[in-house]
């Protein structure tokens, strides 16, 4: 059964930091490239990072180059996001995506709220 389980989220301060990770199983993971999207109340679901199987190459959204990082380990079947410098308008509910060819696979998402 395939699982991806999305944690870290909670309530931060603005110009604070947060880790996400998102464990898998159920399939192999080393093969698929995984990616964080977000949703805000509200809005469409937007791609924040993505990484590659082997996290040779990496790709950002505008708005969160230079203030988030992905990375994955492979050894772990976990991927992970380092949140920097968050503001307001991060508030989203943050979800894990598998993707190999034509099969994708989503997590539940996990909220993250900036806020004073």
């Known amino acids: 059964q395939v699982r991806l389980v999305e944690s870290g989220g909670g309530l931060v301060q603005p110009g604070g930091s947060v880790r996400l990770s998102c464990a898998a199983s159920?399939?192999?993971?080393?093969?698929?490239?995984m990616s964080w999207y977000r949703q805000a109340l509200g809005k469409e679901r937007e791609l924040v990072a993505a990484i590659t199987s082997a996290g040779g190459s990496t790709n950002y959204a505008d708005s969160m180059k230079g203030r988030f990082v992905i990375s994955r380990d492979n050894a772990k079947n976990t991927v992970y996001l380092q949140m920097n410098s968050l503001k307001p308008e991060d508030t989203a509910v943050y979800y894990c995506?598998?993707?190999?060819?034509?099969?994708?696979?989503w997590g539940q998402g996990t909220q993250v709220t900036v806020s004073s």
């Open positions: 159920g399939f192999t993971f080393s093969r698929y490239a």
């Open positions: 995506n598998a993707e190999l060819f034509r099969l994708s696979y």
